[in-house]
């Protein structure tokens, strides 16, 4: 059998029709028909105010940031198990990061330490469903209120995810989504804001079209557009659009074929990772997971990169996650060093992610279960 890659994007549904269509009706710009198709379904899916279509979801948090006015000193709480996005789009606007670390079981922003790392200087609280499993948000959104912080979650994983029954995305005052290759449902790079508080929205219309109110003239609701106000090229073609509008009219069964791969893993590795002692993910009772990663925790670093290479010289290719953001060059720029965040600097040496992936045949999967059973730590 031919290598089995850690990912591999593939079409789901009618990709190239619609962007036949898109090429055929010349207008390949963003903010086109395909845009607002996609904006429209993921309104509906997340029971957000407004989705906005950007060039991924780094852009999208960074409109968030710049909706926060920034002012030299703010801070914003992160975690430090995070993307690199995850804090710069805020560090680039003016913010100071703190680092905060997760739980040992969902490896979410641990929401009984938050209010800790609050200051009189916090602004936002930026807590990622890890994997799609939900943050516990009831606890972190009264926390920000009693604080008056501003939520945006990062849910770059979490698109189709749910916490007590309503939307990853819905919770914050804003979220951010990825349409990267590596997501459940891609355009190759992509992303969405969706705003949740209506007083947002017009301004970030303005910021994700260069600081113009070009939406607001297009709308007719302006004789002229100009600048007026902060902004930056954050708009995504219709090209890309078109692309996504395919994968998102399969969402459910897109996210069924994943749920079915994550199961799959989960029965049939579970009894040889108790006899490892190896960990599976958690997922709490309250949430519906996005079924976006399956990872394993094995005993030790040392463990972690033999298995990496036993299924490497197998041809299967696994991978390790994130470095620590406070440990990161960067990071120490703020004062982070070893020790801040024990439960991140431990699991960040221990996980490795499997291959998962829409396209993924069970007969690879069979091949995968196979080879990393045949695994002793
Ligand atoms: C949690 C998280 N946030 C943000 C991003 C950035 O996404 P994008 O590549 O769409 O900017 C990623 C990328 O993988 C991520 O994992």
Not at 37 to 62: G, M, N, Y
Not at 105 to 121: A, P
Request: hydrophobic residues 40%; charged residues 20%.
């Amino acid at each position: 059998m031919s290598l089995i890659p850690f990912n591999q994007a593939s079409p789901v549904g009618n990709e190239l029709g619609y962007i036949e269509e898109v090429l055929a009706s010349g207008h390949i710009m963003g903010n086109g028909p395909y845009t607002r198709r996609c904006e429209a379904l993921l309104e509906s899916v997340t029971l957000s105010k407004r989705a906005l279509l950007t060039t991924s979801c780094t852009s999208a948090l960074e409109i968030s940031a710049l909706l926060l006015n920034l002012q030299p000193g703010d801070e914003i709480i992160v975690p430090s198990f995070a993307f690199v996005s995850t804090a710069n789009a805020f560090v680039l606007h003016g913010a100071t990061p703190v680092f905060a670390d997760i739980r040992a079981d969902t490896l979410n922003l641990d929401e009984t330490q938050l209010k800790k790392y609050i200051t009189s200087r916090t602004r936002a609280v930026i807590p990622l469903h890890y994997a799609g499993v939900a943050c516990a948000m009831d606890a972190i959104s009264e926390i920000a209120k009693r604080n008056n912080l501003v939520v945006i979650e990062d849910n770059a994983h979490g698109l189709s995810g749910a916490f007590q029954h309503k939307p990853l995305g819905s919770w914050g005052q804003m979220a951010a989504l990825s349409f990267h290759e590596t997501k459940n449902y891609t355009c190759g790079e992509g992303g969405a804001l969706l705003i949740n508080d209506e007083h947002y929205i017009e301004r970030a219309e303005i910021i994700r079209e260069k600081g113009t109110n070009r939406q607001a003239f297009f709308r007719g609701e302006v004789d002229k557009y100009s600048w007026v106000d902060f902004g930056s090229s954050y708009v995504l073609s219709d090209i890309l659009a078109a692309m996504l509008l395919a994968q998102l009219d399969r969402f459910q069964a897109v996210y069924e074929k994943r749920r079915e791969i994550w199961r799959r893993y989960r029965d049939s590795l579970q009894s040889w990772a108790d006899a490892q002692s190896v960990r599976i993910p958690v997922v709490p009772p309250n949430c519906q997971q996005a079924c976006h990663i399956f990872y394993l925790i094995l005993p030790s670093e040392n463990c972690r990169d033999r298995f990496i290479a036993h299924m490497r010289e197998r041809d299967i290719h696994t991978v390790f996650h994130y470095l620590p953001l406070h440990l990161s060059r960067m990071g120490r720029r703020w004062g982070g060093k070893e020790g801040d965040c024990p439960v991140t600097e431990d699991i960040s040496t221990r996980l490795v992610r499997l291959p998962f992936y829409y396209g993924l045949a069970d007969v690879q999967q069979e091949e995968i279960i196979t080879k990393i059973r045949a695994f002793t730590c």
